[in-house]
């Protein structure tokens, strides 16, 4: 009996360790979408349906032969200068694969000439690690007017509208997750009252 309930926390420990882990998300949603964007905010919107956290991946798939990802500052980015970045990321086997070690901003622009302009950029924040993803599963941002976003201008120079919550497939795979995430308490708080977990 003992060991029962010694598997039973464990697998509870370990589904809930599994269900915070990072992930590894595909710039743009869509395997070849580090390019120029037909739709110069394509790439913004796609960062502002997400939610990315501390330790996830980004994963720029792409022309190797003709493009490149660069890292960059926030006036490089407002200003599209591939002159001095702050990391250069290349493809390997069609991709390449960024982590986001800290929370905060992060900048990249298209390292081909001219890409940058026609809208092959990416700002995106990472949140905290106190706000980690259990916390915000299911929430979307409370939307800020443009004009009264200081944090917002403060990244780009300018006023930005706050996300719009998630829709069409993100918004499904949003919703799996809490079904998932909810299994996964209900089942800890049956454990816990059944055998004194």
Excluded at 128 to 151: C, I, M, T
Aim: net charge positive.
């Amino acid at each position: 009996m003992a060991s029962r309930v010694l598997l039973l926390c464990v697998s509870v420990v370990l589904a809930a360790a599994a269900a915070a882990e990072a992930r590894d998300f595909v710039v743009g949603g869509a395997n070849d979408a580090w390019k120029e964007p037909a739709q110069p905010d394509a790439l913004a919107k796609w960062a502002s349906a997400n939610r990315f956290q501390v330790g996830d991946k980004l994963v720029f798939k792409f022309d190797g032969a003709a493009d490149s990802v660069l890292e960059v500052t926030r006036d490089d980015y407002n200003r599209c200068s591939t002159a001095s970045p702050l990391a250069v990321h290349k493809a390997t086997a069609g991709a390449a694969t960024v982590p986001l070690p800290r929370s905060g901003p992060y900048y990249f622009i298209g390292g081909a000439p001219g890409s940058c302009q026609k809208g092959e950029r990416l700002l995106l924040v990472v949140i905290s690690e106190k706000h980690g993803r259990g916390r915000l599963r299911g929430l979307a941002p409370a939307p800020v007017p443009a004009a009264e976003s200081p944090f917002a201008s403060s990244f780009v120079g300018g006023p930005a509208a706050a996300p719009a919550p998630a829709t069409g497939a993100a918004g499904r795979t949003a919703a799996a997750g809490n079904t998932g995430a909810l299994l996964v308490g209900a089942v800890a708080l049956l454990g816990a009252l059944l055998f004194g977990c």
